[in-house]
Every structure is written in C-alpha cells, then in structure tokens.
C-alpha cells in the first residue's frame, strides 16, 4: 500500500540537526578540533528523513557521505556553525548533535615557527549555538541537545538542560569509546524525567530519538 500518515509521521516538518566537530584554525595549516566522527548526528538527519521529514543537516568537517534527502551545508567553524543554523530557520525541531569546540583562537595568517619558546595560544569563547536558538525569537517548538560527558553523566545533563533552555538533553557516556564508534549508551532527559536506554547502534539511537520527537509533536499540536 501506499506510505501513509503512519509511516512519514514528519511529513510537513523541517527538521534542523547540527552534527560532526567543528574545526578551529590556529594557523593555515593547524586547528583545534576534536573526536567527533559525525555518525550519530547524521544517522538522526537519514532517520527523520525516511519519517517525511524535510531535512537541514549542518555538518562540520567529517568524512560521511550525505544521506538521502537531505539538504547538507558543511562548515568548518562554530561560528560557521552558527550562521548556518541561523540561515536554516524556521524549523519545527531542531536536533544538535555537534560537537561544537568551545573556544576558537585569532588564526595567524602565517604558519607558527619552532623558534624561541613554545607559543601560547589564547582561547576566546564560541557562540554557544544551542542556548542561543532556545531564547531565540525563532526557537523551533522542540529543541533537542546532546551532552557528552565522562563523569556524573546524569547530574551534568539535567543541569545543562537548565543552563541551554532547550525541551530534551540526550545525555552521552563517552568515558569508552563511544566517540567514533558503532554504539551509543543514552539517557533522554527531558521536563518530566530521565529514561535511560540501553546500549544500542547509533543508527538505533536515532530511530527511536526521531520516534520520539514524532510522538511528541502530535502530543503537542
Ligand atoms: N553546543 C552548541 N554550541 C556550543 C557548544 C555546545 O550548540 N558552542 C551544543 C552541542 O551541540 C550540544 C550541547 O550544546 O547539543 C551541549 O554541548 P556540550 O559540549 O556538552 O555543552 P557545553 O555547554 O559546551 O558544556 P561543557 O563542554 O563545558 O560540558
Ligand atoms: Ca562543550
């Protein structure tokens, strides 16, 4: 039979996802980076994409190949980053995955030499994308973070969902070798508590995140 309101429950929404690192120069050949592959975010983006959704993935620097239907624009920098997602809106949701680097650093315009003593670097804060979307006049109704964290995975997680004001942080243990890798450990906290998932693909992760952002949207018409 043909697909039906079932099957594409995102049908008519715009979905933004922000996935990847992003890369901060220091020089023209050197940046600040970090582990980041990008899997997680883009396995969101391809599964809202086969739920009907109209899809804006903005990618930083990673090695995957776009999936299909949606609409990618790669950046390098946070503060690409952020321009890129200001450019996307308006969206129903929003879902930032990226590992955005926190500090950025003035980049010379020539390469730093071995010569005299090792250079310091001065770090200058970045934008932070997903607390400036959530107060923004332009919030997409269901604003979606993640949290990397190594320790107190939880605790930090619902303290950085009052800090960023979005809707859910989806709370990532990357004490092993979640970054880079297959499978993902989550919790989903959202207003009313914390669900914790068991280990599963990140592909997995992705589907039932984007099922449970379909089931919320038609809850809250
Ligand atoms: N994020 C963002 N812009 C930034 C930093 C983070 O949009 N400049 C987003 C990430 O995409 C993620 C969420 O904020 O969805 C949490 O990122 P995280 O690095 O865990 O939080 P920070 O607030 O940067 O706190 P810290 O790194 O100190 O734990
Ligand atoms: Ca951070």
Request: charged share 25%; hydrophobic share 45%.
């Amino acid at each position: 039979s043909a697909p039906g309101v079932a099957d594409r429950p995102l049908a008519g929404r715009h979905v933004l996802v922000t996935a990847g690192p992003t890369h901060e120069p220091i020089d023209p050949v050197r940046y600040l980076a970090n582990r980041s592959s990008g899997r997680q975010g883009f396995a969101i983006a391809r599964a809202a994409a086969t739920l009907g959704a109209r899809v804006t993935l903005v990618a930083g620097p990673v090695t995957l190949p776009t999936p299909a239907g949606v609409d990618r624009v790669d950046v390098q920098t946070a503060r690409e980053m952020a321009a890129a997602v200001a450019g996307a809106m308006p969206a129903d949701v929003a879902v930032m995955v990226a590992a955005v680097a926190d500090w950025h650093v003035a980049p010379l315009d020539q390469k730093l030499k071995k010569t005299g003593s090792p250079p310091a670097l001065t770090l200058i804060e970045n934008p932070d994308i997903l607390a400036r979307l959530s107060v923004g006049a332009d919030r997409p109704r269901l604003v979606v973070g993640f949290a990397a964290e190594t320790e107190r995975v939880i605790d930090h997680a619902v303290a950085k969902r009052g800090r960023k004001g979005c809707d859910w942080i989806v709370a990532n243990d990357v004490s092993g070798d979640v970054m880079g890798g297959a499978d993902n450990s989550v919790h989903l906290v959202t207003a009313t508590g914390v669900e914790s998932w068991e280990t599963m693909t990140k592909d997995e992760v992705a589907i039932r995140l984007v099922r449970r952002i379909a089931d919320e949207l038609r809850e809250r018409p």
